[in-house]
């Protein structure tokens, strides 16, 4: 009886001693802590799929706070799980007084405090249908979310960061969402085929009423002693649960049978390949790199057994064919895919053409290895004579030394010095598992696995600091080497090193401050001190540039072009002995002169007589001048004569500008105007003219017309901001602009209740917006975020637009159509002569330019003879006629009479507001 009582109470004493209890440290905390865990506290669990989720003796996340809090803080709570977007109310409410794995946020700053972060999650948009693969793939698109506004803060400040956006809708259930776009920290639970990561969340935490913040503290202490751990190894060992059901539920039954009762796997890798992909370890000799990772993880997490017997039994491709071993790493090609099959890549190369500087007649030449991807690919460019194929790698490299073959096709450039061959990108290509044709099943199980278990871009990454880290080791091993041999002449050598670099700096400085070594003109250095200390100068600056001088240079040669150069700048200084001339970098030339524009001009027409290089192979020059007068600064002056200059090459009506008062007013408003778009362009507005059916003299639609107000300049009219926006490469914000006020424009008429029948908003698309790749994503996203129907918008676009690539032109006109859309040709005869394109084109309306209808005030009968057969030509084509311009009554009766169906212009209106606009429309 005795002997039970003591094993008894041993057994509670060791219980108790050794139990998974938080205990503080000292004496006072004990106290505190003990006060804190009587308090009655309301946690709320977070509804989150996620966190609930659980498998066979793996708790979640939830279960685990949970036990954190009951069990191990020993705390007096009550849990309530609560969906995400209820917490705020809840705890305003005072129904909970705090939140568990909460990501830190300021939402909740005012009522809560945060404990430090227990883990960070990852956040991914990914779509099962939708491929995207990059940020840009987001813009414009609908991206369903969860409640949890920290995750959509995230997402909106990296697409505002990238200037994209998108419309993120927060939905109870994101599983209904899995086919469209959805922002998740939780991927493996949606079986994603296409996925971006966005960024980090900020870290999932615990969050109190400022009621318990003496609690805090002791919080975080359990974290860092023991639960933190804990929390992230439950959730890595849940996402590897998710992922291995993933891959085991999308098994067929013979890819599972053959899990269960494979043989140990035999792979090879190749012993002379040196790449990322796979390599032999310089400090255990053991195969590392993507592939070697990708097989150690096969193993440890779904496990297939891959056994490595490259370094014991190395073996040849032919042994595959035979089933001497079971898998290799190999590019795939046609000749290859006779004779085996492969994997989904699992990584991309690249191809490099590596050659020697003035190469001789053999340049065509190119050397590859014997059965090599490189030999596949050279034999896909060239032809069978022009490529040397060699048995050995030592080899090849030898020939193109001794240069008896003039290019080399590899993958491994590292083997190459950059200071002594040309190494040029060829191409990527992918690598691939390869296996024997009748390994199906095992190449199945490994596809599957890359999809639902392995995440190769991670793969890569990790290959990378991995190979990273290695490469330093070895480095730094080396360097010690080197450095025990080199120790004693080390001070010898760096007093001679010293010395030279002294002496070669000051050499080298005095050279710079001095001239350009080639046209012996003082250089930039000099050119910015002579900018800086002589603004009190007056006189004339002027700025040069050649014209064909790089085509020159790239055929005939550097040294040709240098006697170019040279022949020029000698020029330059007899003709301008008083004044200051300096080379700038390759054919620029900038002066000052005490001379007249005038004068400067006449004496630079006088080149040919001096430069009779230049006069025999067609090189001409581009001139800017500026007045310089003592209240603006020299560099100010250049700039307005550099901005002169590159006006001359546009006009290319003669070879210089003066940059006059007017050109420097020009270049400063648009300068202003450039400005001030690139910070905002909300002051873009749309302007509508009406246009009429002329049968029914009804308004059938309207032109939303692209009109700018600033605070700073007032109205600015399209003549002006246009050609800006098209200069600098925004004109599609422009467009996109006027795009969305006519969608949103439509969207107001139809939630007012007007009926909207054959009545539609155009709005032009310029030739630059419609090059880009996301216009269709663009529009479609519009019509569908706004609930707008295509068929009441109109496309308008101008003859420019056919210069472009006609299939992808033709590609992106029925996209349009497809969407409902109307397409319209806008200034029909006013450019480009496009009446042989109109059948091969999915058109709906022509708009006549507004100079046809002008040419009948100037010879009546020629202009009507050509209108009524243009018209004739339309009609036949079954195209709409608009024409537009329309003045006059008297135009207006013989548009009728030559059946032409809409008209527009300042007859019957000129372009109105939107609420003038909105007016007449409700009013017909």
Do not use: W
Request: aromatic letters at 12%; a neutral charge.
């Amino acid at each position: 009886m005795i002997y039970r009582l003591f094993i008894l109470v041993f057994f509670v004493v060791f219980n108790f001693a050794f139990s998974e209890v938080y205990t503080p440290e000292t004496l006072k905390e004990k106290e505190e802590f003990s006060k804190l865990q009587k308090e009655k506290i309301i946690i709320a669990l977070i509804d989150d799929p996620f966190y609930n989720l659980s498998y066979p003796n793996i708790n979640s996340l939830n279960t685990t706070m949970e036990n954190f809090l009951k069990n191990y803080m020993q705390l007096n709570v009550t849990f309530k799980k609560v969906p995400y977007k209820n917490l705020q109310r809840d705890i305003k409410s005072g129904i909970i007084n705090g939140i568990a794995l909460i990501p830190k946020n300021q939402i909740f700053d005012d009522k809560l405090d945060f404990s430090d972060s227990i883990f960070s999650e990852e956040l991914y948009v990914i779509s099962q249908n939708e491929s995207i693969h990059s940020l840009n793939d987001l813009n414009n698109k609908i991206i369903y979310t969860s409640h949890t506004e920290p995750y959509i803060n995230i997402l909106k400040a990296v697409l505002d960061n990238n200037d994209l956006h998108a419309y993120p809708i927060p939905v109870d259930n994101l599983k209904k969402y899995d086919e469209k776009l959805i922002l998740t920290t939780n991927p493996v639970l949606y079986k994603p085929k296409y996925g971006i990561k966005i960024g980090h969340s900020p870290g999932i935490a615990i969050a109190l009423s400022h009621k318990y913040l003496n609690l805090i503290p002791y919080i975080n202490n359990a974290l860092n002693s023991n639960y933190r751990k804990k929390f992230i190894d439950q959730l890595n060992t849940l996402n590897r649960s998710i992922s291995y059901n993933n891959f085991y539920t999308s098994l067929a039954p013979e890819e599972k049978e053959y899990l269960k009762n494979h043989k140990p796997i035999k792979v090879i890798y190749e012993k002379d390949t040196d790449s990322l992909v796979s390599y032999k370890s310089q400090i255990d000799g053991k195969y590392k790199g993507i592939a070697p990772n990708i097989f150690k993880a096969l193993k440890n997490n779904l496990g297939i057994n891959f056994v490595d017997i490259t370094s014991t039994d190395y073996k040849t491709i032919t042994d595959l064919k035979t089933k001497g071993f079971d898998a290799t790493v190999l590019s795939k090609t046609q000749k290859r895919s006779k004779d085996f099959i492969f994997s989904e890549k699992i990584y991309e190369v690249g191809t490099y053409i590596i050659n020697l500087d003035n190469s001789p007649s053999s340049s065509k030449t190119i050397g590859v290895l014997k059965d090599s991807v490189e030999e596949h690919i050279a034999q896909r460019y060239d032809i069978n004579k022009n490529i040397i194929i060699f048995d050995d790698f030592n080899s090849m490299v030898k020939a193109l030394d001794d240069r008896k073959v003039g290019n080399l096709l590899v993958t491994n450039k590292e083997y190459f010095d950059s200071n002594k061959y040309n190494i040029i990108l060829f191409e990527t290509i992918p690598v691939n598992f390869m296996f024997n044709k009748e390994d199906v099943v095992l190449r199945d199980i490994i596809n599957k696995a890359f999809e639902y278990s392995i995440d190769l871009k991670n793969f890569a990454e990790l290959s990378q600091l991995e190979r990273d880290a290695e490469n330093k080791i070895v480095y730094l091993k080396n360097r010690e080497i080197k450095d025990t041999l080199i120790i004693f002449s080390i001070v010898f050598i760096f007093i001679i090193f010293a010395i030279s670099v002294y002496l070669y700096k000051e050499r080298l400085n005095k050279k710079n401050l001095l001239k350009d070594s080639l046209t012996n003109l003082p250089n930039r250095f000099i050119f910015d001190k002579f900018c800086n200390e002589e603004n009190s100068l007056t006189g004339s600056t002027f700025v040069i540039d050649l014209n064909n001088f790089k085509n020159i240079n790239d055929s005939l040669g550097h040294e040709f072009g240098d006697v170019i150069l040279k022949e020029f700048a000698n020029f330059l200084k007899n003709s301008f002995i008083d004044s200051h001339i300096f080379r700038i970098s390759g054919d620029e030339f900038y002066g000052f002169s005490f001379e007249s524009h005038e004068e400067i001009i006449g004496k630079l027409k006088k080149y040919k007589d001096f430069c009779p290089t230049l006069l025999k192979y067609n090189i001409t020059f581009n001139l800017g001048v500026s007045h310089k007068t003592a209240n603006i600064s020299l560099a100010t002056s250049f700039k307005y004569s550099d901005l002169a200059m590159l006006e001359t090459k546009k006009e290319k009506s003669k070879f210089y500008k003066i940059a006059d008062d007017k050109f420097i007013e020009k270049m400063d408003r648009e300068s202003s105007i450039l400005s001030l778009l690139k910070e905002d362009i909300s002051g873009i507005y749309p302007m509508f003219q009406p246009k009429y059916c002329i049968k029914t003299n009804r308004i059938i639609g309207a032109e939303a017309l692209a009109r700018y107000s600033s605070l700073e300049l007032g109205p600015i009219g399209p003549f002006e901001f246009i050609p800006i926006a098209e200069k600098y490469n925004f004109i599609h914000k422009v467009d996109y602009k006027i795009a969305k006020e006519s969608i949103v424009f439509i969207r107001d008429l139809l939630e007012s209740g007007v009926s909207l029948d054959n009545f539609r908003i155009s709005f032009n698309i310029s030739m630059k917006t419609f090059k880009r790749d996301d216009l269709i994503t663009v529009l479609t996203g519009l019509l569908n975020y706004f609930k707008v129907p295509g068929k009441y918008i109109e496309v308008e676009i101008t003859e420019s637009i056919f210069i472009l690539d006609m299939k992808d032109l033709i590609t992106k006109l029925k996209a349009l159509k497809n969407l409902g859309i109307q397409i319209s040709l806008d200034d029909f005869t006013a450019g480009h002569s496009t009446a042989g394109l109109l059948p091969l084109l999915p058109m709906d309306v022509v708009k006549f330019d507004k100079s046809l209808l002008d040419s009948l005030e100037v010879n009546k009968s020629k202009g009507k003879i050509v209108y009524k057969n243009l018209t004739s030509l339309i009609k036949d084509l079954n195209f709409k006629i608009v024409s537009e311009g329309v003045e006059t009554k008297e135009q207006l009766e013989f548009l009728k009479f030559l059946g032409v169906d809409y008209a527009q212009g300042y007859y019957f209106s000129k372009p109105i507001s939107k609420d003038e606009f909105t007016t007449e429309v409700k009013t017909l």
